[in-house]
């Protein structure tokens, strides 16, 4: 995990992890099966991290503070953006924070299709923000101002008026990006209130 937080996905081989542990590369064969085996573990790891919704609890709550917790895990792991929905051999940190999402969704009435509905739509916003965080050039409102100062200058001059706008304001604003991510959540999770309230 350590190596793939410093290098990224890339830099993590088996020659890597065993220079880290002192071992012989091919002894690590022992322990894993193979670099796919590496990625379940530590990718399960990373679900290890991120807060257990408890069994009992208002769904929305308890889906508010797992995708916080998610996006919290995500932005110290960035690599494992990509990984998270994609093992073919699920850990058990993994499943079980997969039957607890569920879990409280089912007891809030959601049919298993709404469920996975709602959880799918979650974990997408949560996965494309944190991607889109992890990609972009500026990451505090100064750097941002000095960004869009960049840009408007080499603007047309009459050219895209909306976008000259949007970023001056953003810009004279200190809009932090960070900070969009619950409003946005909290409107997802809105959206999933109504449609619950639509079924009952």
């Known amino acids: 995990m350590s190596i793939a937080d410093t290098r990224g996905l890339a830099g993590l081989t088996m020659r890597a992890v065993s220079q880290k542990l002192g071992a012989e590369a091919m002894s690590?064969?022992?322990h894993v099966r193979d670099k796919d085996d590496l990625l379940d573990g530590i990718?399960?790891?990373?679900?290890?991290?991120?807060?257990?919704?408890?069994?009992?609890s208002e769904w929305r709550?308890?889906?508010r503070r797992y995708a916080l917790s998610s996006r919290d895990a995500l932005r110290r792991h960035p690599w494992a953006i990509a990984l998270m929905e994609a093992r073919a051999r699920p850990g058990p940190e993994n499943l079980r924070h997969h039957d607890a999402v569920l879990g409280v969704l089912r007891a809030a009435h959601f049919t298993p299709l709404t469920a996975t509905r709602a959880y799918n739509l979650v974990d997408s916003y949560v996965y494309g923000f944190a991607?889109?965080?992890?990609?972009?050039?500026?990451?505090?409102?100064?750097?941002l101002a000095q960004l869009a100062a960049v840009m408007l200058r080499e603007l047309p001059g009459d050219a895209y008026p909306y976008l000259r706008e949007t970023a001056t304001e953003l810009a004279a604003s200190r809009f932090d990006y960070a900070h969009e991510f619950e409003g946005g959540l909290d409107l997802i999770l809105e959206g999933l209130e109504?449609?619950?309230?639509g079924r009952a």
Request: aromatic content about 8%; charged content about 25%.
């Open 28 to 30: 690590l064969y022992r």
């Open 43 to 56: 990718v399960d790891l990373v679900y290890g991290e991120i807060a257990l919704p408890r069994a009992g």
């Open 61 to 63: 709550n308890a889906l």
């Open 131 to 143: 991607l889109q965080e992890a990609s972009l050039p500026f990451s505090t409102p100064e750097e």
């Open 194 to 197: 109504r449609t619950s309230r």
